[in-house]
Nanobody, 113 residues
Framework: QVQLVESGGGLVQAGGSLRLSCVISGTPIFGHHMAWYRQAPEKQREWLTGIITDGTANYADSVKGRATVSRDNARNTIHLQLDNLKPDDTAVYYC???????WGHGVQVTVSA
């Protein structure tokens, strides 16, 4: 059974940075494409970034230039570095193994003005 546990969120001032982590269990990630999403209050879940098996990544316009996704296949972990955070980035952030319809609990990111 695939499980995902996100961490690294918190409260940060605008302009600050956070590094989110996601530990995956139940499947080795080296053969899978991975992604990060977020969901702000009263909004639909939003795709942010995907990273394929060779490490190539792409980003949504909302975070392009401010986000960097990475993967550590040896630790079955992916990361999301968020820089120059804005209040609009306030949301619950989720990682996902693209193939599986499984979500973790997410991690809260709150950015104060």
């Amino acid at each position: 059974q695939v499980q995902l546990v996100e961490s690294g969120g918190g409260l940060v001032q605008a302009g600050g940075s956070l590094r989110l982590s996601c530990v995956i269990s139940g499947t080795p990630i080296f053969g899978h494409h991975m992604a990060w999403y977020r969901q702000a209050p009263e909004k639909q879940r939003e795709w942010l970034t995907g990273i394929i098996t060779d490490g190539t990544a792409n980003y949504a316009d909302s975070v392009k230039g401010r986000a960097t996704v990475s993967r550590d296949n040896a630790r079955n972990t992916i990361h999301l570095q968020l820089d120059n955070l804005k209040p609009d980035d306030t949301a619950v952030y989720y990682c996902k193994v693209t193939k599986y319809p499984v979500w973790g609990h997410g991690v809260q990111v709150t950015v104060s003005a």
